[in-house]
């Protein structure tokens, strides 16, 4: 198999530019420590991988804070995984092609606020496990995602504060699990497609001790555009500081 292997190693203020062009099986492995890091990556080809595998200690590894990311996947069956540490950070994600998978793990050890996602999926039979937040700090979160394709797989879950998450789904058979747990959600949906099945599980989490009966915050609020025949939305809202 010819493979091609790049490990990086990042430490302090850093800036690093990579582009793999017209190659298959191409492997980034990440560990990187430092804060104000960029990191502009663009893979093209097939079957390539950020952190190579799912499981074991390769995966990409990035702690920091104020960090920038802008990654581009083109092609079919290309992967990213790995758990991030990121306060005040941006990532950019674009992907092009089918059968790619995300599995991206934002804050699961340590504190993840102030998080501003632009996605934007071309494709079909991709899959997204993105989740952020659990027991640690993860305080204003901005997601906007654009899927373009068909019997697409989203799971995304943010377990944390004060989230919007606003996403437009162009495709038929697309299958979407969402949650947004504690403080104040809004999420707008926009989508055109059929026999799609979308869950949505808002928990707003508890007012303030003391502000009485007529509270109102942390509130949930939903926009829902939906042009589809034989879709199935569920959604679920509650005012607990429980999961749904």
Same mark, same amino acid.
């Given at each position: 198999?010819?493979?091609?292997?790049?490990?990086?190693?990042?430490?302090?203020f850093?800036?690093?530019?990579?582009?793999?062009?017209?190659?298959?099986?191409?492997?980034? %492995?990440?560990?990187?420590?430092?804060?104000? =890091?960029? !990191? !502009?990556? $663009? @893979?093209?080809?097939?079957?390539?991988?950020?952190s190579q595998?799912?499981?074991?200690?390769d995966?990409?590894?990035?702690?920091?804070? /104020?960090?920038?990311?802008?990654?581009?996947?083109?092609?079919?069956?290309?992967?990213?995984?790995?758990p991030?540490?990121?306060?005040?950070?941006?990532?950019?994600y674009?992907?092009?092609?089918?059968s790619n998978?995300?599995d991206?793990?934002?804050?699961?050890? &340590?504190?993840?606020?102030d998080?501003?996602?632009?996605?934007?999926?071309?494709?079909?039979?991709?899959?997204?496990?993105?989740? @952020?937040?659990? +027991?640690?700090?993860?305080? %204003? =979160? $901005?997601?906007? +995602?654009?899927?373009?394709?068909?019997?697409?797989?989203?799971?995304l879950?943010?377990?944390?504060?004060?989230?919007?998450?606003?996403w437009?789904?162009?495709?038929?058979?697309n299958?979407?699990n969402? =949650?947004q747990?504690?403080?104040? @959600? /809004?999420?707008?949906?926009?989508?055109? &497609?059929?026999?799609?099945?979308? $869950?949505?599980?808002?928990?707003?989490?508890?007012?303030?001790?003391?502000?009485g009966?007529?509270?109102?915050?942390?509130?949930?609020?939903?926009?829902?555009d939906?042009? #589809?025949?034989?879709?199935?939305?569920?959604?679920? @809202?509650?005012? #607990?500081?429980?999961?749904?």
């Amino acid at each position: 198999m010819n493979k091609k292997l790049l490990s990086l190693i990042f430490l302090g203020f850093l800036s690093t530019n990579i582009h793999y062009l017209h190659a298959d099986d191409n492997e980034i %492995r990440i560990d990187q420590s430092g804060d104000t =890091l960029t !990191l !502009l990556i $663009d @893979q093209i080809g097939f079957g390539n991988v950020i952190s190579q595998t799912n499981a074991g200690d390769d995966k990409m590894v990035i702690t920091g804070t /104020t960090l920038s990311f802008n990654i581009d996947q083109i092609g079919n069956s290309n992967k990213i995984f790995g758990p991030v540490i990121a306060d005040t950070s941006t990532y950019l994600y674009s992907t092009t092609g089918d059968s790619n998978v995300m599995d991206w793990n934002i804050g699961a050890s &340590g504190s993840s606020d102030d998080s501003n996602y632009n996605i934007v999926v071309t494709g079909d039979s991709n899959t997204w496990d993105l989740d @952020q937040g659990y +027991a640690f700090s993860a305080e %204003r =979160l $901005d997601l906007d +995602a654009i899927v373009i394709g068909n019997s697409n797989v989203f799971d995304l879950d943010f377990e944390s504060n004060d989230n919007t998450w606003n996403w437009s789904v162009t495709g038929g058979s697309n299958n979407i699990n969402t =949650l947004q747990k504690d403080g104040s @959600q /809004t999420m707008t949906v926009e989508w055109v &497609g059929d026999s799609g099945d979308v $869950d949505i599980n808002q928990v707003s989490g508890t007012c303030v001790s003391g502000a009485g009966n007529g509270c109102s915050t942390p509130n949930a609020t939903i926009v829902l555009d939906v042009d #589809s025949d034989n879709a199935t939305v569920t959604i679920n @809202q509650k005012d #607990s500081a429980n999961d749904s």
